[in-house]
């Protein structure tokens, strides 16, 4: 009877691990349609693609537009929430 516990869990562990690396590649094929995407579509806009370029945009400083167009807000409006 031992032996044949040790059989059904034997099997039950290769099932377990094939499901699992069948997983593994389909985050992985994913993944690499993600960044294929990505890259096309900063070609398309004619942005650099990669981790330096990411990094050196991100390290740049914003440029904010105002959102209000005239400075003086004078009105707030508030409301409770109960």
Excluded: H
Excluded at 2 to 28: E, K, Y
Excluded at 42 to 62: D, L, N, Q, S
């Amino acid at each position: 009877m031992n032996t044949f516990n040790q059989i059904i869990r034997g099997i039950l562990f290769f099932v377990l691990a094939i499901f699992s690396i069948i997983a593994a590649a389909v985050f992985m094929v994913s993944t690499a349609i993600a960044v294929a995407i990505l890259y096309v579509v900063a070609r398309i806009k004619g942005r650099p693609f990669g981790v330096k370029a990411y990094w050196e945009e991100r390290r740049r400083p914003y440029q904010t537009r105002p959102s209000f167009r005239n400075k003086d807000v004078t009105d707030v409006e508030v409301r409770e929430i109960s």
